[in-house]
């Protein structure tokens, strides 16, 4: 069932980020203002959606990011991307930034004569799109395994206290059978005991008897 569930809620991701709308815009970054590709993801951390990015490129594209230095965007170098640029590379320059409860992740794509835009690349342009849409899907993806995480951890919580809840109830049972044993064992004391009583009763009496002669015999003196 739980394999159902995840499963069923990855199908849902994956056609919800498969109808994603992606703009096209100027935008500023680190190496001045340029054509950028950008996608809105819903209900995302910032940093989350740079580390799917990072791994992302390093799954699929075998390329390696790092922080550009005096701006905010994830550089990938020479990234082969045959799709956006056939027999080349391309470097990828990514900013994710926090809208509210979402990310909007922006995305240039820098090619040797310039950088990508639908005008003059246009199939390059489609075939980025869906580039941004399957990186979409992965951050869904990511965001569902972390989900499944985090209830199969509540799951184990909830299975280890049910197994203290457990041990606590047989460990009950345990002091109610040493306290019936206990029971049990004062029981066959108070009836020995009465038994000893008696005895001894009739022993006093037997005693009190041996005084009465003996001072009866005191008294003929």
Request: aromatic share 6%; proline share 3%.
């Amino acid at each position: 069932m739980k394999t159902t569930i995840s499963t069923a809620c990855i199908l849902l991701m994956m056609a919800s980020t498969a109808f994603a709308q992606i703009r096209e815009m100027e935008k500023s970054m680190s190496l001045g203002s340029h054509n950028a590709l950008i996608i809105e993801i819903p209900q995302a951390d910032d940093k989350l959606v740079a580390r799917v990015w990072n791994n992302y490129l390093k799954d699929f594209y075998k390329a390696k990011t790092k922080q550009v230095k005096g701006g905010g965007e994830i550089l990938a170098e020479a990234v082969s991307v045959p799709s956006l640029n056939p027999g080349g590379t391309v470097n990828l320059y990514a900013l994710p930034e926090k809208a509210g409860n979402d990310v909007r992740f922006a995305l240039w794509v820098k090619l040797p004569q310039g950088y990508l835009n639908s005008t003059q690349h246009p199939t390059a342009y489609h075939d980025a799109e869906a580039f941004m849409r399957r990186f979409a899907t992965e951050v869904q993806k990511e965001k569902v395994r972390m989900d499944l995480a985090n209830q199969e951890k509540e799951l184990a919580n909830l299975e280890k206290e049910l197994k203290r809840l457990q041990s606590d109830n047989n460990r009950y049972h345990k002091e109610i059978e040493d306290a019936q044993a206990r029971i049990k064992k004062a029981e066959e004391n108070i009836a020995q005991n009465l038994k000893e009583q008696k005895a001894a009763e009739e022993k006093i009496n037997a005693q009190k008897k041996n005084v009465d002669a003996v001072r009866k015999r005191l008294e003929q003196f």
